[in-house]
């Protein structure tokens, strides 16, 4: 059998196991050849093609990011996109596929299946880690590394000047990252989208910090929106998925806690620093599992599902299932941290 691997949507560290794991097994054990498209389903609707056997994927393991490339390509929203990507497949003798991404990226998977009879396995990446159907996605615990370090070190200097610091995390919908890392990280405020904040009782806390002679950290999620307010975007431009660009809602609120409380207010924005880099150990051995188990699904025939982590163990789920909500943060989880504001 001959098989397609494509890593769709935002990169993220851990990438690359999953393409070396399923090439290493797929043609080890199974006799397999694989194909790899390009920037994701950009390839596949494009025919840009390129052979992948183990010589392309020795030496990939810490690597962040993915050598195959990825982009928010979406084929609906392409000419005749579908029949393309039928094209490609009929072109190279692919009779499977597999597709690395998140919500994006695996809702093209489970559509492209359910509609049009693909035959498609997909693997759950995503730093934000809001799908619902596995306990975690790749590349999350490597974000939350890096922003749980980077939190660290602002404690240092937002002390050495006695001024507020704002981190702004990634969370568009969901605040695993701003809740796992504000957590770890000891920051005295922690905003999250499931949540709409007060800025008054935000400044509230500040004050207590200060009070207590220590300068405060607040963690806040770009998706995270004020009581009174609206969701701050870096512009309202869109991609093939519909969705605007955030970022701004740290500086916005840094000017408001300045502007309300008298206090000096910083702003950190981590951005894509928190998507790069070489994945952590966990994000290796998830990703590699992931791997292992998508190639097994491929060759049973199970397609229209997705490999999952529940507990310690890798399952197979409906992809339409997969895709169907996102995980968010329960409330009562968000409670938990309340105890260390202010």
Not at 7 to 34: M, S
Not at 176 to 202: C, K, M, T
Not at 292 to 313: K, P, Q, S
Not at 315 to 324: C, I, S
Request: aromatic share 8%; with cysteine; net charge negative.
């Amino acid at each position: 059998m001959k098989v397609g691997v494509l890593t769709g949507g935002g990169d993220c560290p851990g990438l690359n196991a999953v393409i070396r794991a399923v090439v290493r097994k797929g043609v080890q054990e199974y006799g397999c050849e694989f194909a790899g498209f390009r920037d994701g389903w950009r390839g596949a609707v494009e025919g840009d093609v390129v052979p992948l056997g183990i010589p392309a994927v020795r030496g990939i393991l810490p690597r962040g990011g993915t050598i195959l490339g990825s982009s928010r390509t979406n084929p609906f929203k392409q000419d005749d996109g579908v029949r393309r990507i039928k094209d490609t497949l009929a072109k190279h003798e692919v009779e499977a596929l597999i597709a690395i991404g998140g919500e994006d990226t695996l809702g093209v998977a489970a559509k492209l299946y359910g509609e049009y009879g693909v035959p498609c396995v997909g693997v759950p990446k995503t730093i934000d880690n809001d799908l619902s159907a596995t306990d975690y996605t790749f590349g999350f615990d490597t974000a939350v590394g890096i922003a749980t370090e980077a939190i660290d070190r602002l404690h240092t200097t937002a002390e050495s000047h006695m001024r507020v610091l704002v981190v702004e995390v990634m969370g568009r919908h969901a605040g695993w990252i701003a809740l796992h890392s504000g957590l770890a990280g000891g920051a005295n405020v922690i905003l999250i989208p499931e949540q709409r904040f007060d800025v008054d009782r935000v400044c509230a806390w500040v004050t207590s910090r200060f009070k207590a002679s220590y300068a405060p950290i607040v963690v806040v999620a770009e998706g995270a929106v004020p009581t009174d307010g609206e969701m701050v975007l870096k512009d309202a431009t869109t991609d093939s998925f519909g969705h605007v660009r955030l970022s701004g809602v740290g500086e916005w609120l840094a000017k408001e806690i300045e502007g309300r409380t008298g206090k000096e207010a910083r702003t950190t924005v981590l951005g894509h620093i928190q998507r790069g880099g070489t994945p952590s150990a966990f994000d290796r051995w998830l990703a590699t599992r992931f791997g292992l188990h998508a190639v097994d699904a491929v060759h049973d025939g199970d397609f229209g599902t997705m490999v999952a982590l529940r507990g310690t163990d890798i399952v197979r789920v409906p992809l339409a299932e997969a895709t169907a909500k996102l995980k968010t943060v329960d409330p009562a989880l968000y409670r938990e941290a309340g105890v260390f504001f202010g």
